[in-house]
Every structure is written in C-alpha cells, then in structure tokens.
C-alpha cells in the first residue's frame, strides 16, 4: 500500500497525524442484530473480552445519547468473584485524564442460551479507537510528536497511580487505549492494580512476561517490591513505542540472566 491514501481498505478508518503518516483505525463495531439488556443498559456490540469478562459497547435507558463500554465479568468460583472486587474497588477509586474513567458498578442477570446468570458489571468510559498494541502492528509508524505525546501521557498516568501509593502491574500496549477523535491515551484494565503496604511494598508475582520487571519474573525467589515494576514495565513499552525495539522472547531470556542486577 506504501504512502498511498486514496485507496483506503473498507474495513478501516484513515486518521491523519501528518499528510505523511497515517494512522489507521479499525472501524467501529456494528451494533448486534439482537441487542441485549443488563438492568437499565443495552449491549450493542462486542468489543473484546479478558480473562474474567466480555466488554461491550452500551448506552442507558436514562443517557441514550451518551456511549459507555460494560465489562460484563463471567467470574464463578470464590476467588474470581473476589479478584473482580478487587478490580472494581481500584478502578472506582481513580481519577484522572489518562486512566480510562470508571463510572460505576451494577449487579443485574443476562439471559444466554435460555439460562438466567447474574452478573456484575463495571460501566467504563467509551474509547472509540485502538489500542496501542494495535497501531503499533499497523502499516504506519505513529510521527514523533505523537509518540512523545503518548510517552508523557503514559508517564503521566502511573505517576498518578504511584502518588496515591498504588501500583497497576500489567502495563503493556495491549491496555492502553488510543482515542482516535483526540489521539490521547488512556491507562485501562485494572485487573491487576492494587494498594502497596505500609512499607510501599506488594509481593504477589503477576503481570504479562514480555513486561514484568526481573525481580518479579515466575520462577524467581518471591521478594517484595515497590511501584519500580511499573517503572521497568513503562520502560519496555517506550523500547517498543519510542525506540522501536522488537520485544523477542530471546531478548527478554538475555535481560533476565542471573547476572540482572549488575
């Protein structure tokens, strides 16, 4: 396709950073032929899923103009239901311009395949665009402003998070959304944030390899730590982002050799 914009794939959107380097889009989701109801909100259109739930695209019987994303969490067991707690308690309890917004929690039971389940859902701003994990595998490379915008925004947003002693442990292109009318990014999933200690230390070993800090790798002696694994892990995505380092398994094999630390 090289620089060309006048043929466009159908099944995207062009946004323009410069005449000279587009960023593509992915289309909005089309709304279900069958939309379906969770207590006062309507899920329109299936936006992905997770390990704990499916987000949809929603709006309310009382906003019907407003657009909002519904986790809707499938957790069962005792321990999932407490993680998705968890989750909601740490969402619901920030606030800033780049951390995608909580607006509440609600209880409600949607029917599937005929049977009634109950469900609790976390309602989220909508950020109609792409992940960064998504442009970044994209045809065009973001220009240098944008990255140093979102390198700031980024920065930015953990800063917050560590300011109310807190630590996100799961930052990676994949959780941070790009809006595509104002090209801002947004921190999202909170699956795996949580409150340090007194001490500002956590030692639970959690997070996605390719980003995890050394120190709290599988297989390694359980140590505790401090809000430098966001740190390390904001560091590997402007290796990615900024620098335009491949993040290759074998790379990460030689950062985690015994000799780390010095």
């Known amino acids: 396709m090289g620089n060309s914009l006048s043929s466009p794939s159908p099944s995207t959107t062009v946004v323009l950073s410069d005449l000279s380097n587009p960023l593509i889009f992915p289309n909005e989701k089309p709304n279900k032929k069958n939309p379906f109801k969770i207590g006062k909100y309507t899920c329109l259109a299936r936006l992905g899923s997770g390990a704990y739930g499916v987000v949809y ?18 957790a069962q067991k005792q321990s999932q239901i407490e ?12 606030s800033h311009p780049n951390l995608v917004q909580f607006r509440e929690a609600v209880k ?14 976390m309602i989220l701003e909508y950020v109609n665009g792409s992940s960064l994990e998504g442009i970044l595998v994209g045809e065009y490379s973001p220009t240098a402003d944008l990255k140093a915008k979102w390198a700031y925004q980024l920065i930015s947003g953990v800063e917050y998070l560590h300011s109310l002693h807190k630590v996100h442990r ?4 994949a959780n941070l959304m790009i809006s595509q009318s104002t ?25 996605t390899p390719m980003y995890m800090a050394p120190e709290i790798q599988p297989g390694r002696a ?12 904001v560091g590997m995505i402007l290796l990615k982002l ?6 290759t398994r074998d790379l990460i094999r030689a950062v985690f050799t015994p ?3 010095t």
Not at 57 to 74: G, I
Not at 83 to 91: A, C, R, T
Not at 108 to 121: H, L, M
Not at 242 to 247: E, H, M, P, Q, S
Request: aromatic share 6%.
């Open 259 to 261: 000799s780390w630390e």
């Open 57 to 74: 695209r929603c709006t309310a019987d009382d906003r019907p103009d407003e657009v909002f994303a519904m986790k809707v969490q499938t």
């Open 242 to 247: 900024v620098a335009g380092v491949k993040l």
């Open 183 to 207: 090209l801002d990014l947004k921190i999202g999933d909170f699956g795996l944030a949580r409150d340090l200690d007194v001490d500002g230390q956590a030692s639970t070993i959690c997070g």
């Open 170 to 173: 799961d930052l990676k292109p």
């Open 83 to 94: 993680d998705v707690l968890k989750e909601i308690n740490q969402h619901r309890s920030v």
């Open 108 to 121: 409600g039971t949607r029917n599937k395949n005929g049977e009634e389940k109950k469900v609790v859902c």
């Open 222 to 233: 359980v140590r505790l730590y401090g809000p430098e694994v966001d740190v390390w892990s």
